[in-house]
Nanobody, 121 residues
Framework: VQLQASGGGTVQAGDSLRLSCAASGGTSSSDHMGWFRQAPGKEREFVASVSWHGGRMKYSDDVSGRFTISRDVAKNTAYLQMDSLKPEDTAVYYC???????????????WGQGTQVTVSS
């Protein structure tokens, strides 16, 4: 599976960004897509995930209520709408695809390249 992430950038606190992750090759309807992030000096952490058809979403406590994950099945793309961004959201964001368990465990089948999100205060 190849994953192409895009949409990162530098914004001010309170602003919004939308990340995209396009998947190609080797995916199935049982897969989930997810977003993780890694801040400098910290371990990679789970942010959000969505089932293949977009019906089930999960969020970390840190982003629940501010971030929204969604899927466009026709485009085989997942999106992460990030609102009310905070400086602590600054990190490299990675998309991933895998089983629900793999996403939950932080061991997805495939990782995309990271995209930097920087939030200034």
């Amino acid at each position: 599976v190849q994953l192409q992430a895009s949409g990162g950038g530098t914004v001010q606190a309170g602003d919004s960004l939308r990340l995209s992750c396009a998947a190609s090759g080797g995916t199935s309807s049982s897969d989930h897509m997810g977003w993780f992030r890694q801040a400098p000096g910290k371990e990679r952490e789970f942010v959000a995930s969505v089932s293949w058809h977009g019906g089930r979403m999960k969020y970390s406590d840190d982003v629940s209520g501010r971030f929204t994950i969604s899927r466009d099945v026709a485009k085989n793309t997942a999106y992460l709408q990030m609102d009310s961004l905070k400086p602590e959201d600054t990190a490299v964001y990675y998309c991933a695809v895998g089983s629900a368990r793999g996403i939950s465990d932080g061991s997805p089948r495939s990782w995309g390249q990271g995209t930097q999100v920087t939030v200034s205060s």
